[in-house]
């Protein structure tokens, strides 16, 4: 009988093991995760609480206007993931379809910021994204998309389609 109590107690081991390793794999799968958030690639919502935190110390927002950003900012995220997913083909025309949609949903988000905030706050919020923008440019220098010339003329995207 005691034969049988060893056998049986083995065999807890390894289920006890197999247990262990199916939780350290969970645990090391959800640190992969956590790194691939670290690295930039926030989801939409996360995205959305980030920037409606940032626009709430520039732009000192009332609860009722962190709300409403809240909402276009999700709006406005989850579409252009979708337009950023959506972009498979690589040629020319497709970057450019892909730039004028962009565009669009950029003139449209901040179409809804003014009817939100203040005439002040949207001056703020201007000037603020102007300064962002000149830093992402000294950031990524030639690399960026439509990098300025000196007199504010663009090195490329604008002259390219004269057909």
Known sequence: MEA??????FYLKRLGLGVLALALGVALGGLS???????GHETPAQRVESTVNELKTKLTLSPEQETQLRAIYLEYYEKTAALRSAQGDKSSEAREKYRQERDKLRQDLEAKL????TPAQMAQYKQYKETQHGEMRKKWGSHGEGKEKEGGEKES???ESSE
């Open 4 to 9: 049988v109590g060893r056998g049986s107690s």
């Open 33 to 39: 995760v956590a790194r691939a958030e670290d690295s």
């Open 114 to 117: 003014a009817t939100v905030l």
């Open 157 to 159: 995207g604008e002259k």
